[in-house]
């Protein structure tokens, strides 16, 4: 890990985008504090001297209550000071992401991917911009030399990976294409389709029954535009293209969804609500495997970027 880096990310329970170890010196210091009260109302004269001594000499609660309420007060103030931080930047998207999250305890990041993955998440993996931060220095692209070389500009805009992006964004396009004729669909990977406004291209179209649906990939980065609004930039653009659906696959009906990950493995809670109502079936498991397989292949695009 970079020195300086704000280490309460270490104690951040996993659920909120943490690594949920537990802080020695906040364990030890409420342990005592529990055991200190129960001593207090122990039956034994003895017992109880010595825990008045103590409660007395580091004017400790004795109530259990006011401790848990001095221990949730103490973990509020480790939020506050890592959200003050620059490295906490796309931490609103990770913060009760539990798909998105679910790599740091389910096994799936390993080795070198789960360190660089821990170095993703506080924005502290070596770029010229995290480099020089704070400094004079060149910190302009090194490969496009037309932006400043930030972790988002590498995995999601320079031209030097627009191959890796694309084949990042065709991984999550083919799994649930394949999931889909699975499970009875016909499927259409980027039909073109006629519209007013010029030609459109969506991921997936996938049809049962009289009903089409218009299925939109989109990967983007945590911190950036927020991920709702980006589902519904996926949504609004392709509803121009329903008529044009109608008419040529022959259906009586036509809805559009985006499926949004971020690039960093967030996984939009309205994903849920479009493929319960596409009638996809996509279990838990197949989201945490979608949701690592995006963040693994951005952590392939930033070492690409890196040896060339």
Known sequence: MKAGMCTDIFYIPSRYGGMGLTSLGEFSLFSRQKALAKMAGSSDPLSRLVAEFFIERWNIARDPKVIEAARRVY?????????????????????????????????????????????????????????LRGRLGMKECRSCKSATETLAHICQRCPANHGLVIQRHNAVVTFLGEAARKQGYQVMIEPKVSTPVGALKPDLLL????????????????????????????????????????????????????????????????NDKALASIGLNITRKMKEHLSWLTFENTIRIYNSFMKN
């Not at 070198?112 to 502290?124: E, G, L, P, Q």
């Open 75 to 131: 973990q509020k103030k480790r939020y506050q000071r890592f959200f003050q931080t620059y490295q906490s930047g796309g931490w609103n998207e990770f913060s009760g992401n539990t798909i998105g999250n679910a790599w740091l305890t389910n096994g799936r990041a390993r080795g070198r991917n789960f360190i660089m993955a821990v170095k993703f998440r506080s924005n502290t993996a070596a770029t010229r911009a995290e480099n």
């Open 207 to 270: 049809i049962k029954a009289d009903t089409a649906f218009i299925v939109d990939v989109g990967i983007a980065w945590e911190g950036g535009r927020p991920l709702k609004l980006v589902n519904k930039m996926k949504c609004d653009k392709y509803k121009i293209a329903i008529p044009a659906i109608l008419e040529t696959f022959h259906v009586g009906h036509a809805e559009t969804y985006g499926v949004i990950l971020g690039s960093r493995g967030c996984w939009l809670k309205s």
